[in-house]
Each structure stands twice: as C-alpha cells, then as structure tokens.
C-alpha cells in the first residue's frame, strides 16, 4: 500500500507541475528585474545597516507550475557612519519556484534559492580580500499577472549569504530580502 501511495502522489505531484498557473508568464521564457530591501539578520557594532537597497536580474524558464531562475544579485548590506565606505553582497545564484495556489490573474510561490558571491567592498584597499562562498535560502511570494507578456513580483525571502572575513571575524551572513520585480515573457 505505501508504494501505491508513493506512486499516486508522485504522479499527482508531476501533474499538477505540468498545469499551467494563472498568473505566470504564458510565455517560456522570461527577464525580471526587482528592486530589494535587504535587512542583515545580525547586527556588528563596527557597522550600521543603514544604507539596504539593491537589485537583482534573473533569466527565467517556466513550464507549468514550476519554473527555473538564474540571475544575478547586487545589494548594499553594510555601511560605515560618517565614512563613505559600504559593503555590497554579490551574489550569482539559481532560484527554482513552485506555484502552491494560483487564482485569476495572480498565484502564491515557494522559491529556494542557491548561489555563489562574496562581500564587496566600495574601497578594496580598506578591506581584506574576499574569496567566493556559497549561499542558500528560501522564501515565497505572490506573482500577478499584468498583461500576457507582463507580470509583477512582490517576495520575500530569508538566505544565509557569503560574509565579510576579517581579523575580527565574520560579519552577519543572514540576511531578510523584499523585492518587487516586473517580469517580461519573450
């Protein structure tokens, strides 16, 4: 009975990933561009976490309720008081999403997300050198469907990130995301 169930919900599973979901682009492929808020989950006392923006760029390929992203992400995550020094994430990363419930004309997403990327900093010669790490995370989000070509994205996401290495240590590698993208389908 337990390979029966096996089978019936694996074969449920990979219907509902091939139906198409409500408020994806109905074409394939897709580019999207967001805006980020990003907020250090761990404060250092050398730093303030004032300065959060960002952006991000992803190529995204959808068939059916799941869809894959590679792109590339660039946000300010630390910032000196009185110095105009900052510290910038940037991150190559894959983001696989699944649609969990989709309505008429928006859907809600579950997204992971794994990459590679290490701390820049604005003025290299004040900063030890950085080698890539990895990263990880997750999150979700609700798309909505603005014509058939144009969706937008509003999400939210929690990733442990590449940290600032230094004599004192590490910096915060946590970090809380909010992005609001468009989506363009080719």
Known sequence: ???????????????????????QSLQRI???????LLFATRED????????LGYEAQLRYTFGRLSLGAGYQRSTVFAFEDNPLTLALSFG??????????????????????????IVCSRPADCPSQNLRPG?????????????????DLGGQFF?????????????????MVRLGLSFGL
């Open 1 to 23: 009975m337990t390979v029966l169930r096996g089978v019936l919900l694996g074969g449920g599973l990979a219907a509902a990933a091939l139906l198409p979901a409500a408020a």
């Open 30 to 36: 897709s580019l999207q561009g967001s805006g980020a």
């Open 45 to 52: 006392p050398d730093y303030a976490s004032k300065r959060r």
């Open 93 to 118: 990363f894959v983001e696989p999403r699944y649609v969990v419930a989709a309505g008429r004309g928006f859907a809600f997403y579950l997204a992971g997300r794994a990459g590679i990327g290490k």
């Open 136 to 152: 990880v995370g997750g999150g979700g989000g609700l798309l909505f469907r603005l014509s058939r070509r144009l969706s937008a």
């Open 160 to 176: 442990q990130a590449p940290a600032l290495s230094g004599p004192g240590g590490d910096l915060s590698s946590g970090y809380a």
